[in-house]
């Protein structure tokens, strides 16, 4: 298994309370990406980094951030939680470009209930 | 933009039968992967079967294999011999605007 960690693996918080979650990595591998799951929607990409301090959005980026300062770590921060984020959040990671064939691996997921 | 179709929210499958999980997409290149995920109750997601869109060979896994049509845009995952561990959610999932666009999922049960 890839060695992929996420922190905390479930939350309960108020709305608008900042949160951030976590993503660990010890594959040094390029990318990572964030992803939010809910019913009915399947997977959706909300930030990725394709190296240290270079990241991009994906289709659901409003109401997050993230940051990566180092290679292993990758953060994803809700500055203001409302209740739509209500979600189970998945990193994933890979050594190149999904265009390019890479295999994006996953972390455990984190649940994460704004009431 | 590419899109990701699976039109069948649920299927079931007896033990040691065959089952076939359809997907469909849309996409404007010419080279491409498409990929198969596997969620179980665990929540894990977990690669099940990659394919390049410039092989005619469709690819294998033990008992999982594909039928990769580029023509039609069609990638179905077919599943032999299905085992109760293979309960789970199934994606499907091509390279688009984004890294990974995934389609709403397949929920596979397995009855004894």
């Known amino acids: 298994d890839a060695g992929i960690t996420q922190s905390p693996r479930h939350k309960v918080t108020e709305t608008g309370t900042p949160v951030t979650l976590r993503c660990h990595q010890t594959?040094?591998?390029?990318?990572m990406y964030w992803y939010r799951q809910d019913p009915g929607h399947g997977l959706r990409l909300i930030h990725y980094?394709?190296?240290?301090?270079?990241?991009d959005k994906g289709e659901v980026s409003d109401g997050y951030s993230v940051s990566r300062s180092k290679t292993e770590d990758f953060l994803l921060t809700l500055e203001s939680a409302t209740s739509s984020q209500t979600s189970v959040y998945f990193c994933?990671?890979?050594?190149?470009?999904?265009?390019?064939?890479?295999?994006?691996?996953f972390g455990p997921g984190t649940r994460l209930l704004v009431l | 933009a590419q899109t990701v179709t699976q039109s069948q929210p649920e299927m079931s499958v007896q033990e040691a039968e065959t089952v076939t999980l359809s997907c469909t997409y849309d996409?404007?290149?010419?080279?491409?992967?498409l990929f198969w995920y596997k969620q179980p109750p665990s929540r894990q997601m977990i690669l099940v079967i990659r394919?390049?869109?410039?092989?005619?060979q469709n690819a294998t896994e033990n008992r999982f294999s594909v039928n990769f049509q580029k023509a039609a845009k069609s990638f179905s995952l077919k599943i032999s011999d299905s085992q109760l561990g293979d309960a789970a959610m199934y994606f499907c999932a091509l390279p688009g605007d984004t890294p990974l666009v995934f389609g709403k999922g397949t929920r596979l049960s397995v009855i004894a």
């Open positions: 980094s394709y190296g240290v301090k270079d990241t």
């Open positions: 594959e040094n591998h390029r990318y």
């Open positions: 994933a990671i890979s050594e190149g470009s999904s265009s390019g064939g890479s295999t994006q691996y």
């Open positions: 394919q390049e869109a410039y092989k005619q």
């Open positions: 996409t404007s290149e010419s080279d491409y992967y």
